[in-house]
């Protein structure tokens, strides 16, 4: 099962994640849905604070959560794979 081992901020707003297969990704989160205004906080800040991994989502103490499936799914739309 694929999990999150790893997760830092790169360049103050891209989440530098890495996978227990070895694959890295630098999710820019500012391409997170512009509809779903769950995220509108993380967009507005300059700076992104340190997250935390449960291995299946990437979390912050506000309690904003963003899961792999959700962050590969936008992965795979945004390069034309889905």
Not at 3 to 23: A, P, Y
Not at 33 to 57: C, F, I, K, M, W
């Amino acid at each position: 099962m694929l999990q999150i081992t790893r997760v830092d901020i790169v360049d103050g707003q891209t989440l530098d994640i890495e996978l227990n297969n070895g694959h890295l990704i630098l999710f820019d989160t500012q391409r997170l849905p512009q509809a779903d205004h769950t995220y509108d906080s993380l967009r507005d800040l300059e700076v992104l604070p340190r997250p935390n991994t449960d291995g299946q989502s990437i979390f912050w103490r506000d309690g904003l959560r963003i899961s792999l499936e959700d962050i590969l799914r936008w992965l795979s739309m945004q390069t034309g794979k889905e």
